[in-house]
């Protein structure tokens, strides 16, 4: 079965560090990879997202991601955290084979002046 | 405008009795889901439907009905609402590009539902 893994629950960082939120999958071929960010009491906003080619893929608010194959690993980085990035984020995972998607548990982001 | 929209917003009910939560997106699409999202944040596809048909059924309890009038809308309709029902409610919407797992899907601003 196909899963999502977002290893930590809840990450505190102080504003203008650098941040990574980590994501892994078990999927058997390359799966569609996405990044959410959920603020309080809001729905769902894409970050990014990576399909094919380039490995690393910029998204919106500063935010990047990196596909490691050989790590199963799409992880989300930002160099310098803002306040306004406080928030839930989700990983999720798309494949065509049955045509499903799934979420990670998510993380949640508090920032520190 | 509001890409994807939901009503209402919140829905306070008791044990028992039936409710629908209505979905509406102005985008164009042609797929739209139900996602379940509990207590913990874990976030379920629980419905999808293309051009008003089901594509998508995951393991619910049939108490859950979707119901698609036409592409722009999805409607959730619950019988007999149970407390494990309490839950936020996302209705999101996609195109159809990427054969529909690799679409991006556009979030409404979900149904908080609370069963008493």
């Known amino acids: 079965a196909q899963s999502v893994t977002q290893p930590d629950i809840h990450i505190t960082v102080s504003e203008g560090a650098s941040l990574e939120l980590r994501c892994n999958y078990s999927?058997?071929?390359?799966?569609?990879l996405f990044w959410y960010v959920q603020s309080p009491g809001q729905g769902l906003q894409l970050l990014l997202k990576?399909?094919?080619?380039?490995?690393l893929v910029q998204g919106i608010k500063g935010f990047e991601a990196e596909f490691k194959r050989s790590q199963s690993s799409f992880n989300l980085r930002k160099p310098s955290v803002h306040w306004s990035d406080a928030a839930e984020y989700f990983c999720?995972?798309?494949?065509?084979?049955?045509?499903?998607?799934?979420f990670g548990t998510g993380t949640s982001l508090t920032v520190i002046p | 405008d509001t890409a994807v929209s939901q009503t209402p917003k919140y829905l306070v009910t008791q044990m028992g009795n039936d409710k629908s939560i209505k979905c509406e997106q102005n985008?164009?699409?042609?797929?739209m889901y139900w996602y379940k999202q509990d207590s913990k944040k874990f976030l379920k596809i629980m419905f999808s439907?293309?051009?008003?048909?089901?594509?998508i059924n995951e393991t619910v309890p049939n108490r859950f009905s979707p119901k698609s009038p036409d592409k722009a809308h999805l409607n959730l309709h619950i019988n007999s609402l149970e407390l494990g029902d309490s839950a936020v409610y996302f209705c999101?919407?996609?195109?159809?590009?990427?054969?529909?797992?690799?679409?991006?899907?556009?979030f409404g601003p979900g149904t908080r539902l609370t069963v008493l």
């Open positions: 439907y293309n051009n008003k048909e089901l594509i």
């Open positions: 999720a995972v798309g494949q065509n084979t049955g045509n499903q998607f799934y």
């Open positions: 999101a919407s996609s195109q159809r590009i990427s054969g529909g797992a690799g679409d991006t899907q556009y």
């Open positions: 985008l164009g699409h042609d797929t």
């Open positions: 999927y058997g071929a390359t799966p569609y």
């Open positions: 990576y399909f094919s080619g380039d490995t």
